[in-house]
């Protein structure tokens, strides 16, 4: 059996002879970009998830001290966070990109990503509604060498 690639460059459509048998390219080619709507996030939400964004910033920059976030991470999680920080020390650390999603009515979950001068971080943050209120139950900063 002689092997074709699955897709054609700069097509759309796969054609019939060229799919793979275990559809693949199906999944690939003609699934939804994001099985979420694109409905904008609420603006508390977004108020909420970039006062979040401003407070690890500064705590990445060594602004402030990494037991701030004592809500959000394990006792481990803050003294690997120091310890990255004090390594990290005077580099010039930047909020890239944050990017929010409504997973359903009252949730909003999003990516935080950091550049930095060799190097980048990202932090996920989840946010919920309690009692008409939108707060951020939830933090993880993906630190280099962090468990999955």
């Known amino acids: 059996m002689e092997f074709t690639p699955p897709l054609a460059a700069g097509r759309r459509?796969?054609?019939?002879?060229?799919?793979?048998?275990?559809?693949?390219?199906?999944?690939?080619?003609?699934?939804?970009?994001s099985p979420h709507s694109s409905k904008p996030v609420p603006p508390q939400a977004e108020a909420v998830a970039h006062g979040v964004a401003r407070l690890l910033t500064e705590t990445l920059t060594g602004r402030r001290n990494a037991k701030q976030l004592g809500q959000w991470l394990t006792v481990d999680e803050c003294s690997r966070l120091a310890a990255w920080i004090r390594q990290h020390r005077g580099a010039r650390i930047r909020l890239?990109?944050?990017?929010?999603?409504?997973?359903?009515?009252?949730?909003?979950?999003?990516?935080?990503?950091?550049?930095?001068?060799?190097?980048?971080?990202?932090?996920?943050?989840?946010?919920?509604?309690?009692?008409?209120?939108?707060?951020?139950?939830?933090?993880?900063?993906?630190?280099?060498?962090?468990?999955?």
Request: charged share 20%.
């Open 13 to 33: 459509r796969v054609l019939d002879q060229h799919r793979s048998m275990h559809g693949w390219d199906e999944l690939a080619e003609f699934g939804p970009a």
């Open 96 to 148: 890239s990109r944050l990017r929010l999603i409504e997973i359903s009515p009252g949730r909003v979950e999003g990516q935080l990503h950091f550049d930095f001068e060799t190097g980048r971080l990202c932090a996920t943050l989840s946010l919920t509604t309690l009692a008409g209120r939108w707060t951020c139950p939830q933090l993880s900063v993906l630190l280099p060498g962090t468990p999955r």
